[in-house]
């Protein structure tokens, strides 16, 4: 249903949809996320984003999924947003704009994965010291092992 | 009587250092290092305050300093070891963190827990959080200037953390909820030992009310004290305690019931101020409504195995496991491999004492997670102290930081 008041708006958002364990699992284009983002929170009624985070598909193609979780206090249910982005400078537009409470999670997102946000108010490093090198989430940062 | 009636005061500036002044409004700012060691932040959180004479102009946290990299350790632990490190997150509510990775991995396993582990789960989770209020209000306390408070509440917390060592041996990091039920059965005589603590415990919340709640100077420094809109809550990610003390009406356990909360009689106290002392009356009426749901599950604690009928994913009993070979293969498995779990993912969310708890587990089939995401309340809730603070004066931040009762490992992880 979120889907298809979605589709009637931007009928190319959405790429695909699944609902699983009861879970709403939304595949967004990259490109979509903040209009997608802006008409759940305007029209939906999706005030809370509890949590954006990433995950990382090394070595397949697109790299990083991007996963928000949106909750709406008001309808007491649950979305799950995911759009992937490329592994050669991952990239996507920020959507501080539409949450504030974007903002820390957006940059957690980019000190861990180094993944970039577009538009982000201040992009910059938020658990890991500003001169660290590299960004451990990645599936290709070893956790074990003699230092290289 | 003004300065110039002073002999020997001259009330005006030189007339160069007024023209500066005027010239130049900023030049008087201050900015203002608090932390990463601060005796009231309570761990390594640090704000760069900027000040105009007593007056916040700006309030700039850093986080990071306990940056531990938990989340990329489950990746290389498997699903069950994975339950110590949701303890070592945030150290005031280790079973609510226990509880909700556990129901996340559940989930993904499509695992169906016994009534008395669900019960169990409940009873010690809620102990949790009057462990956690207990800490928050003791220190808050102390922050503010009310010294005994302190004392009364490590007192009851005290007798909490020995229920949980009778529990699983360990006062702080108890790892005593597994994927698949307890890791213990219960011990013997806990009934009277709860039953004594939870008999007691009403009178000693009325205890520390006498203390607080009509203190004049206690109402002095926090009425009106550390306002945010709700609008301003729910869009910087502020929840728990602080948005339920602006009226939203708003607790996982009733809106989302997880482990058997829903056949649990309690209410979600809210009020309408929105300031310090409100989040102080939530909690304190939310230690109340604990102790009834603890009350609850004691008189009505169903029997039964405190394990899941799963043998490929719960360890076999001791006695089974060296005269039943199903039982000793089943061992071997677990414990050189760990068990598989189905392809998938899921985001498990629980009411914390400080807020939503979120646990995002991605598994790719293997016996290791692929991808473990931790929501910790903290978090959201720090990111509001600009707005929080912004605009009021420095002899209140610390009233208004410590009512959001945070925990820096569990914002860090």
Not at chain 1, 50 to 79: A, I, K, M, Q
Not at chain 2, 94 to 117: D, H, Q, R
Not at chain 2, 341 to 366: C, L
Not at chain 2, 384 to 399: K, P
Request: net charge negative; hydrophobic share 35%.
């Amino acid at each position: 249903m979120l889907a298809n008041d979605l589709r009637a708006i931007h009928p190319e958002a959405i790429l695909a949809e699944k609902l699983e364990r009861n879970e709403l699992t939304l595949e967004i284009g990259a490109d979509w996320i903040v209009p997608a983002c802006m008409f759940l929170k305007e029209q939906q009624k999706f005030t809370r984003l509890s949590t954006v985070t990433g995950v990382d598909r090394y070595p397949s193609e697109p790299r990083f999924e991007l996963v928000y979780h949106l909750h709406s206090v008001e309808r007491n249910e649950r979305v799950r947003l995911k759009c992937r982005v490329s592994g050669e400078e991952p990239e996507i537009d920020s959507v501080t704009s539409v949450w504030g409470a974007a903002n820390w999670y957006e940059r957690e997102v980019f000190d861990l994965f180094g993944v970039r946000f577009r538009n982000h108010p201040e992009l910059r490093r938020i658990m890991l010291p500003d001169d660290w090198e590299g960004h451990p989430l990645r599936k290709d940062c070893q956790v074990t092992g003699p230092r290289v | 009587m003004s300065d110039s009636d002073i002999p020997g005061v001259t009330a005006t500036l030189p007339e160069t250092e007024a023209r500066e002044t005027e010239a130049r409004p900023t030049v008087r700012r201050m900015t203002l290092n608090m932390g990463p060691q601060h005796p009231s932040t309570h761990g390594v959180l640090r704000l760069q305050v900027e000040l105009d004479g007593e007056n916040i102009v700006r309030c700039m946290p850093e986080i990071g300093y306990l940056h531990t990299g938990i989340e990329k350790e489950f990746e290389v632990k498997t699903y069950q070891q994975g339950v110590t490190l949701t303890d070592r997150i945030d150290y005031l509510a280790p079973l609510s963190n226990n509880l909700c990775y556990c129901l996340a991995v559940e989930k993904l396993l499509g695992l169906e827990i016994p009534p008395m582990a669900q019960w169990t789960r409940v009873m010690l989770t809620e102990l949790t959080r009057l462990n956690s209020h207990l800490v928050w209000l003791g220190t808050h306390a102390i922050d503010i200037g009310a010294m005994s408070v302190f004392l009364y509440c490590f007192r009851e917390r005290e007798e909490i953390l020995r229920i949980f060592e009778m529990y699983s041996g360990q006062r702080m990091m108890t790892s005593y909820f597994r994927i698949g039920g307890l890791a213990l059965e219960p011990p013997r005589g806990w009934q009277q030992r709860i039953r004594k603590f939870i008999d007691v415990f009403p009178s000693r919340v009325d205890e520390y009310e006498d203390l607080l709640t009509n203190n004049r100077i206690w109402i002095g420094r926090t009425k009106g004290v550390g306002y945010i809109s709700i609008e301003d809550m729910l869009d910087i990610g502020i929840t728990g305690p602080m948005l339920r003390a602006g009226g939203v009406d708003w607790d996982i356990r009733k809106a989302q019931p997880y482990s058997s909360y829903e056949k649990f009689d309690f209410e979600v106290p809210t009020r309408k101020d929105n300031d310090v002392y409100a989040r102080y009356l939530v909690r304190i009426e939310e230690m109340r409504q604990s102790a009834r749901i603890i009350q609850q599950a004691l008189e009505g604690m169903p029997s039964g195995r405190w394990t899941a009928d799963a043998p490929h994913i719960v360890l076999p009993d001791r006695e089974k496991m060296k005269t039943e070979m199903e039982a000793l293969i089943y061992h071997f498995k677990i414990v050189t491999e760990g068990f598989r779990v189905p392809e998938g993912e899921v985001y498990q969310v629980v009411e914390s004492p400080r807020g939503e708890v979120g646990y995002y587990v991605v598994s790719d089939g293997t016996p290791k997670p692929y991808r473990v995401h931790v929501r910790g309340p903290s978090f959201g809730n720090l990111q509001g102290v600009s707005r929080m603070v912004e605009g009021t004066l420095i002899a209140d931040l610390i009233a208004a930081i410590g009512s959001m009762d945070f925990v820096l490992g569990d914002s860090d992880r």
